[in-house]
């Protein structure tokens, strides 16, 4: 099986690009999708074959998740049971038979760290959400983080210290809730491999490699002997981050 995710930065605007020449080349059994801005969860894509499913924030032409899959879920549910977070519509979960499938929008700390309180906030109210998940059976969650966990993530580390996504509460967060049972799958397999899925638009930060890893693939420690593949396809464009992916055998 393979999966994608792609923070498409407006799904609608993307359509208007390359996107679904992208869909049919790559064929996904299951794409997860982030910052997709919809308002309408009964928004469908013209793809005979799969299944979609939308969550929409109540704040118009913001945030965003969605499940389009080959494979029928036993059940599709928005949130994770806290009000203050399940408004900006950042997660969606689809349970299969033997595993779960998370994506999600992780929150931006923003500029000056405005938003940095709230987001330590999420990152302990979904690593619980998580880790009482994977008390039931296997958990796949993907998605825009938006944390670059190590150095090795990041092109400029020293001068983004204090930046929203590579503050130390942010990472010491990621770490945790890896250390609680989940594993960081491009890193796992590729341990020094340097490959970035987000660059700034300003200052033509991708075409100068200047980037940022904040787009993930996490599951269960236990889906390790099964997972095959993990890739981020730098060669994509259309949105400010690129595709990445998971060949697992499920």
């Not at 390359?18 to 894509?45: A, G, N």
Request: include cysteine; charged fraction near 30%; proline fraction near 3%.
């Amino acid at each position: 099986m393979r999966i994608y995710s792609f923070n498409v930065n407006g799904l609608r605007a993307i359509l208007k690009k390359d996107f679904m020449k992208w869909l049919s080349d790559t064929q996904p059994d299951i794409l997860c999708l982030q910052e997709t801005k919809l308002s309408d969860k009964d928004f469908s894509i013209d793809l005979p074959g799969y299944h979609q499913y939308y969550s929409c924030a109540e704040k118009k032409g913001y945030s965003g998740t969605a499940i389009i899959t080959r494979r029928e879920p036993l059940s599709v549910t928005e949130g994770i049971g806290i009000s203050d977070h399940d408004r900006e519509g950042r997660t969606l979960i689809a349970e299969y038979e033997d595993f779960y499938l998370i994506s999600v929008y992780v929150p931006n700390s923003q500029d000056e760290l405005r938003r940095l309180d709230y987001r330590q906030q999420w990152n302990k109210d979904f690593e619980d959400f998580v880790c009482a998940l994977s008390e039931k059976k296997s958990v796949i969650f993907c998605g825009d983080l938006n944390v670059a966990h190590q150095e090795i993530d990041i092109k400029n580390p020293k001068t983004n210290t204090r930046n929203a996504g590579f503050t130390i509460e942010e990472r010491t967060d990621f770490g945790r809730l890896l250390s609680r049972g989940f594993v960081d799958t491009f890193r796992y397999l590729h341990p020094d491999e340097v490959k970035y899925s987000w660059w700034s638009y300003r200052f033509r930060a991708r075409e100068k490699g200047i980037g940022w890893r904040i787009d993930y693939f996490v599951i269960s420690q236990d889906l390790c002997p099964k997972l095959r593949a993990a890739e981020i396809h730098d060669d994509v464009f259309g949105s400010d981050h690129c595709p990445v992916s998971i060949d697992i055998d499920l």
